[in-house]
């Protein structure tokens, strides 16, 4: 259950339910309970940003595993200090703790194959190699690709991949993780955490900087919130936009900060000043990409005024053209669904793009919505 809650995003109540196992199992004085249940409040802490607490309890849940001789328990435990020193940007101390993890794998029989532990190795093996390698590498990982529970349990998986095989041109696959993750938040449609997962691996797809911000907002977990930061920033570069793509840039350092990525820190700080100018180039690891095979987008109708009519520009003068185009298409009736589909966008965008209007045009619903375009028009 505890697991469950993070992968959903409800760090707090997950906390609670690990502080009602962690007493009982004292009580009960099961101390393989009480390491499995630091390795569990490891893993939260994880994904609430707070990564020296989380090396702190890992290192105990560990520790006290090692003496019950819980294999299974200590593998996972080392497999998440993989990635925390990753974070840090130590890579020699991350390989150390994946071959520990893989020898505590193989020494006990009844461990069984683990989907962070396949994407924990993906991740430390792949950090010194080009793309075009790396997605190689990812190939003998096929089952990372046909399980969609990576995505659920790393918000941040799908874009990696996605952005991966942009640059090496794979196209196809980065389609089909995008793909998965849109079918996981449809399956899914109270938990916002998967959402802002799809939104973002399309916002790489398909260069979407409304769906990257919709990410960086959306998302709860810390590092993949600073990550959609960062997407965005970089495309916004790749645009020219010099200002904009230098304040997402500076917000996703902060966020990587924040949590004490330092790998990721020094990475954004290397891509700033090249943000800054006018060319559309950008530095650093996630460089510009290839851009994916045009898809011919509908134009939305637009409401028509009789002659003489004032036009509503004035009103949407503090819209983006993005929010422009849902706030004329739902002003004439549409549905989220139906201005999603007629716009290729998610649901969830749309409804991203509505709040949005109605917090700039000061309405507080579809209806009021509408009549204020009709008193415009007339």
Known sequence: ?????????????????????????????????????????????????????????????????????????????????????????????????????????????????????????????????????AIDLLA????????????????????????????????????????????????NAARPALAATAEQARGVLHDDADALEYAAREHRCPWASASASEDLGLLLSRRGQGGPAQRHLRTAMERYADIGAEAEVARV???????????????????????????????PPTPTTEPGATAPEPLMATLTEAEQRVALLVAEGMTNQQVARLISRSPHTVNYHLRQIFRKLDVSSRVELARHFRDRLT
């Open 1 to 133: 259950m505890a697991m469950k809650l993070i992968h959903i995003g409800e760090l707090t109540e997950s906390g609670a339910v690990l502080a009602r196992i962690r007493q009982e199992a004292q009580r009960l004085g099961n101390r393989k309970a009480i390491a499995d249940s630091m390795i569990t409040q490891g893993r939260l802490l994880i994904a609430a940003g707070r990564t020296a607490e989380a090396e702190a309890e890992l290192v105990s849940g560990v520790s006290l595993a090692e003496r019950m001789s819980a294999n299974n328990t200590v593998t996972q435990g080392v497999s998440l200090l993989a990635v925390t020193s990753l974070w840090r940007g130590q890579v020699n101390e991350a390989v150390d703790h994946l071959w520990r993890a893989r020898m505590e794998n193989v020494s006990d029989q009844a461990a069984f194959p683990s989907i962070r532990r396949a994407w924990t190795d993906f991740l430390v093996a792949s950090t010194q190699l080009d793309p075009r390698n």
């Open 140 to 187: 003998r990982h096929a089952d990372l690709l046909t399980k969609p529970l990576l995505f659920v349990g790393d918000n941040g998986a799908a874009a990696r991949i996605v952005r991966l095989a942009r640059v090496s041109g794979e196209f196809s696959l980065a389609a089909t993780v995008v793909r998965t993750t849109e079918w996981l938040t449809a399956q």
């Open 269 to 299: 700080r290397v891509s700033l000043p090249a943000s800054g100018s006018t060319d559309g180039g950008a530095a650093g690891h996630r460089s510009p990409t290839p851009t994916a095979p045009a898809v011919e987008q509908p134009v």
